[in-house]
T-cell receptor
Framework: GNSVTQMEGPVTLSEEAFLTINCTYTATGYPSLFWYVQYPGEGLQLLLKATKADDKGSNKGFEATYRKETTSFHLEKGSVQVSDSAVYFCALSEGAGGTSYGKLTFGQGTILTVHP | KAGVTQTPRYLIKTRGQQVTLSCSPISGHRSVSWYQQTPGQGLQFLFEYFSETQRNKGNFPGRFSGRQFSNSRSEMNVSTLELGDSALYLC????????????FGPGTRLTVL
């Protein structure tokens, strides 16, 4: 079946540091890939997405490139802020049909803490 | 547009009781998916509904069920609650499921005592 693996957390950084959170996936078809962020006590917010190989998703300074050859979708940000402290989830959506409808497969989440 | 709303936000129940959670999708979205989030198991897919039909189901016991109404609002029900059902239940809506982007509600925090 499909699976998503994220780097172990927690990740602790100082403000303005560079962020990378690794994400690799296993899928049988051509999935869409997503990064979601969850702030304490809230649901998940879409951060960015990519729907095909070599696509780059970007939002709020975060970027991730869909690498089919390495089955990866690593999240990066050049300069993190305290307000970026949250839990980040990598996810894939397989597509239409059978056991794929409406199903996101998530990684285990990476806790990010940014200190002033 | 209003986002996905879920009610109630918090629930406390005792073992053996049943509970119903509600989800109102973004206007125009016809697909609603439900997820369970726990510290140990992470985010797990429960089921998905589209046009009042369940199209997909995750690996959960039959105590977990759901339905969708003609206005796309969805409910999920858990019968005979167990302590392990304590979790954050999230619903997400999308235009038509498949690979459409899913937008999540704030969740319902269920505590089973």
């Amino acid at each position: 079946g499909n699976s998503v693996t994220q780097m172990e957390g927690p990740v602790t950084l100082s403000e303005e540091a560079f962020l990378t959170i690794n994400c690799t996936y296993t899928a049988t078809g051509y999935p869409s890939l997503f990064w979601y962020v969850q702030y304490p006590g809230e649901g998940l917010q879409l951060l960015l997405k990519a729907t095909k190989a070599d696509d780059k998703g970007s939002n709020k300074g975060f970027e991730a490139t869909y690498r089919k050859e390495t089955t990866s979708f690593h999240l990066e940000k050049g300069s993190v802020q305290v307000s970026d402290s949250a839990v980040y989830f990598c996810a894939l959506s397989e597509g239409a049909g059978g056991t794929s409808y409406g199903k996101l497969t998530f990684g285990q989440g990476t806790i990010l803490t940014v200190h002033p | 547009k209003a986002g996905v709303t879920q009610t109630p936000r918090y629930l406390i129940k005792t073992r053996g009781q049943q509970v119903t959670l509600s989800c109102s999708p973004i206007s125009g979205h016809r697909s609603v998916s439900w997820y369970q989030q726990t510290p140990g198991q992470g985010l797990q897919f429960l089921f998905e509904y589209f046009s009042e039909t369940q199209r997909n189901k995750g690996n959960f016991p039959g105590r977990f069920s759901g339905r969708q109404f003609s206005n796309s609002r969805s409910e999920m029900n858990v019968s005979t609650l167990e302590l392990g059902d304590s979790a954050l239940y999230l619903c997400a809506s999308s235009l038509a499921g498949a690979q459409d982007t899913q937008y999540f509600g704030p969740g319902t925090r269920l505590t089973v005592l």
